[in-house]
């Protein structure tokens, strides 16, 4: 392996004064129980609670150049905002919007649109689905006489999106409203990132540039950073798993006392440890450029199965009640398991690092 | 204040004393220890100048680069790394005098008489017993693990002296002359065929009063210097990708694509990340530790490279195929630097059984983990009013 320089793997004061001032917005706007009741609404988006984000703080524009109305930050500091909207389980489209769509949207040179998100004014969303990974395919609608015809599914957020990035069959990334599109839910596992089906009947959209270059760079820093939202997500399972179970007793003793209990603790520690590393390896890669790739094909190809392991665990510690609809940890088993599937399953990534590092296949 | 350039200029003029092409070895090291450059952080006339330790660095540079011998620290690391810092903290200034030098050149090795049949994991309820005649104590009993036994001049020994009172509390820490009539010390074969460790009887020896390292008693509170300097020895050290166990089966794997199965590449391929991680993990706490920030993560460190070095060895011999099936040697030999990756993917499979059981079992690592960084319930602990005779054995 060449050598390379080695990545930062800690959190700036920067990025650790930005994580506290996230945590503090949605520890006042973002309790539990809320999300729950809103998972039962028409609408299960947070949109008050996305314009605080995006508007006030200003972190919708985090990835976009300042002289496109935006912050001009790095992928460093958006996975610290997606750390703790994973321990939120919060139901804004901050991965879709700021993240994917926004790299697709840097990738074609659309300016115009960047403002746009970049001022909080505009929500704009990939019409790929939340499964395929980077490189992976990519459906794509017809082109005919200047419209757009087809249906599009699983995708994520759809449904308070402003703008869709629509892939065609001449190759090209389209602009559509989402206006002037059916955006229909559909029933999802996830009820906190629900998707939709998106159907163009002859719809006129604008053409950004190349799809496949634009939709591959927007998707690796999406399974990039998607795996800092799986450590919140591991990491508040944990924290909460540990706290309960030092206050619950059975057998006249705290339950966190008994060693088989501990030790499964103990692991799922590790395993979030870990995590972070990879996490925030991925994201440093992402900010910097080197070492890409391999950075988010570890990332991914380690993440999905630490989140959902620290989700089961969670449920099975925390006995009866866990299994409850008024209990919070069914939100973050359901994110999980999503997220497990959201930009290419593990195995998908190990694939892909079996080319990267030249450990080829029989 | 002792600062990098005043480190240099001292180390020019040790070079231009004793030049290394024209010096023996043994009188440039006694030169080095006497300039106050062997350790720079431990006091002046002990080997050091009360230098931070961050200076260290900066002699070794300035010596490597002037072709000087070391002191092979690989084959003295228990004198270094476990004996020096407690001898430094708890000894007499004649101890220190007599003991330090010829412990950081080399000229005597030093071992660790603290494992016994009886008490592994529970140290503390280790049962050779020291008994006070005169200005001596008479020490019995049956000591495992050791290695370099068979080379060493000293050992660092605990032993119970008073067996009526609860077992932390009844331990006494010495220096121990290997070279005692009463020091028997026996190779212990491995599994892997070869002894790295010994087992050491002891009958009989006397220990003069004057080889007590802190009060009688006290033995377990200096145990704990040593023992927290071994953590800081076995550490995570910055390793590239594909270093350790798993570089060893990526290499076979590109070399031998007639071994390859659909099977073994899923594993391998999940082994790799895994090792990847474990590999970043160790990156993040060394950048904690460089920026004063000591995390927790360090406990956890050891465990994943048991598990793996475990994990993937197993899969290598699996991989090999009808070559899996053979050993390179079963002869009884005595290595003097054990090589975890080093030899045939059967002797790593066996080795690396060793490594969740060697320095904390992964069981009490993960009780660790769970009480210190987690912060819960700790094990109910039915020892700890009981005299030590009393204990249930």
Redo the contacts between chains.
């Keep these: 392996m060449s050598a390379q320089s080695e990545p930062g793997l800690l959190y700036s004061e920067e990025e650790e004064a930005l994580r506290a001032a996230v945590r503090d917005l949605l520890t006042d706007h973002c309790d539990p129980a809320g999300v729950i009741t809103r998972t039962e609404s028409a609408g299960p988006h947070d949109v008050s609670l996305w314009k605080s984000l995006a508007d006030s703080m200003g972190l919708a524009g985090l990835l976009i150049p300042e002289d496109l109305g935006g912050q001009g930050a790095t992928h460093r500091e958006a996975a610290v905002v997606l750390e703790e909207l994973g321990r939120a389980v919060a139901p804004v489209p901050y991965l879709t919007s700021a993240v994917v769509a926004t790299e697709a949207l840097l990738a074609c040179g659309a300016d115009e649109l960047l403002t746009e998100l970049a001022s909080a004014t505009t929500i704009a969303v990939l019409a790929v689905g939340l499964h395929v990974a980077p490189g992976g395919a990519v459906p794509h609608v017809r082109l005919e006489a200047g419209r757009l015809h087809g249906e599009l599914t699983g995708i994520a957020d759809a449904a308070v999106a402003d703008v869709l990035l629509v892939p065609a069959d001449d190759g090209g990334l389209f602009a559509v409203g989402a206006a002037d599109a059916t955006v229909t839910p559909q029933v999802s596992l996830d009820l906190t990132r629900p998707v939709a089906r998106v159907t163009l009947d002859g719809v006129s959209g604008h053409r950004l540039g190349d799809a496949e270059a634009a939709v591959r760079r927007a998707l690796r820093a999406g399974a990039g950073l998607l795996a800092s939202e799986q450590l919140g997500i591991a990491d508040w399972l944990l924290t909460e798993t540990v706290r309960y179970l030092k206050e619950r007793k059975q057998f006249n003793r705290q339950v966190g006392g008994f060693q088989a209990l501990k030790h499964r603790l103990a692991g799922l520690w590790l395993e979030v440890a870990g995590l972070r590393a990879a996490a925030r390896n991925a994201a440093d890669a992402l900010a910097t450029g080197e070492d890409t790739e391999v950075a988010v094909a570890v990332a991914q190809a380690y993440a999905g199965r630490v989140a959902v392991h620290a989700a089961e665990e969670a449920l099975q510690l925390h006995g009866g009640i866990g299994m409850t609809w008024e209990h919070p940890v069914h939100l973050y088993l359901k994110r999980a398991k999503a997220d497990s599937v959201a930009y290419g399953a593990a195995g998908t990534h190990r694939e892909r690092l079996a080319e990267l590092v030249d450990l080829r296949a029989p | 204040m002792t600062d990098a350039a005043e480190l240099r200029r001292r180390t020019k003029e040790l070079l231009a004393a004793h030049p290394p092409a024209t010096t023996e070895r043994l009188d440039f090291l006694r030169a080095r220890f006497d300039a106050g450059l062997a350790w720079v952080h431990y006091p002046e006339g002990l080997g050091g100048l009360a230098a931070p330790r961050s200076l260290q660095a900066v002699v070794d540079a300035e010596l490597t680069a002037a072709g000087a011998p070391d002191n092979d620290p690989r084959r003295i690391g228990i004198g270094l790394g476990m004996a020096a810092p407690t001898i430094l903290q708890y000894g007499t200034r004649e101890q220190k005098q007599r003991l330090l030098r010829p412990l950081w050149t080399g000229e005597e090795v030093w071992c660790q008489l603290f494992s016994e049949p009886g008490a592994g994991s529970d140290l503390a309820a280790l049962g050779t017993r020291a008994v006070r005649e005169g200005e001596d104590w008479v020490v019995n009993g049956q000591k495992v693990w050791t290695s370099s036994a068979h080379l060493a001049r000293w050992a660092i020994l605990i032993a119970r002296t008073d067996p009526d009172v609860p077992k932390h509390r009844g331990i006494t820490y010495f220096v121990c002359d290997m070279t005692d009539p009463g020091v028997e010390v026996r190779p212990l074969r491995q599994i892997t065929g070869e002894a790295e460790f010994n087992e050491v009887f002891l009958s009989d020896v006397r220990i003069p009063d004057s080889r007590r390292l802190g009060e009688t008693g006290d033995g377990w509170r200096v145990a704990q210097t040593t023992l927290n300097n071994e953590r800081v020895a076995i550490g995570g050290t910055a390793i ?3 270093g350790g166990m798993i570089g060893k089966i ?1 290499a076979t ?2 070399e031998r ?1 007639e071994l ?3 099977d073994l ?2 594993r ?3 082994l ?3 090792a ?3 590999r ?2 160790g ?2 706490l060394r ?2 530790l460089v ?1 004063g ?1 000591p995390g927790p ?1 360090g406990a ?1 460190m050891k ?2 490279f048991a598990r793996l070095n475990q994990e993937i060895s197993g899969l290598e011999v699996e991989l090999l195929a009808e070559e899996g099936l053979l050993y390179e040697d079963w002869t009884m030999r005595r290595p003097e630097h054990v090589d975890f990756t080093g030899r045939d993917a059967g002797y790593r499979y066996l080795r690396s059984k060793g490594n969740s059981i060697e320095g904390g079992t992964s ?1 009490v690592l ?2 660790i ?3 210190r ?8 602990r039915t020892d700890k009013d009981v005299a030590w005779k009393d204990l249930a054995r």
């Design positions: 590239p990708r594909e990526a794997w590109r694509p390859r199965t659909h590449h899923q391998l391929l999940g790799w990340v895994e990847e991680v474990a970043l993990t990156v993040r950048q904690q920026a920030q993560e956890g465990l994943n069981e993960l009780n983990v769970a009480e960084v987690l912060g819960l319930p700790a094990e109910p």
